[in-house]
């Protein structure tokens, strides 16, 4: 009886989740945007590698106009990303694409940090376990462009 109700209930809630799902990415991929209003979407981050272990974290995207006036301005975005594993390594990331009204700058800029220790074990097919070294590995990354319209 319990599997039964269990079952039931994970019927349920899946055919609801892929039901709010299938709304959100026709909304976010296919219903044309004549609102021109900002959005933000939050999603998780789940993997896993042998390197890596277990990572978990999340990632959110904000885009938004800087023009709404006017059709042709490109959309504009921020782009946040942060994860952590279960060997000790993290990410962190912030990045942007901004265009100005009627599209005459487009500005891009980025920030990361990356910590990222991981055991070498040698070269080969032959490697022990006991000749493990432990490389850290940290980066810390800045950058930025900008273009300009040449008509």
Request: aromatic letters at 12%.
């Amino acid at each position: 009886m319990k599997k039964l109700v269990t079952l039931i209930l994970v019927c349920a809630f899946s055919t609801s989740a892929f039901s709010q799902i299938s709304r959100i990415v026709k909304r976010m991929y296919f219903d044309k945007d004549t609102s021109r209003k900002s959005s933000f979407v939050i999603l998780p981050v789940l993997s896993s590698a042998p390197e890596t272990g277990l990572e978990v974290g999340g990632a959110g995207l904000l885009s938004f106009y800087t023009d709404t006036s006017k059709l042709n301005t490109r959309v504009s975005n921020v782009f946040g990303y942060a994860s952590i594993t279960t060997k000790g390594q993290s990410r962190l990331s912030l990045t942007t694409s901004y265009w100005t009204p009627a599209n005459n700058y487009h500005l891009t800029a980025g920030i990361s940090y990356i910590n990222f220790p991981f055991n070498f074990y040698g070269i080969g097919n032959n490697t022990l376990k006991t000749n493990s070294d432990r490389i850290g590995q940290k980066r810390f990354k800045v950058n930025f462009t900008a273009e300009k319209n040449i008509q």
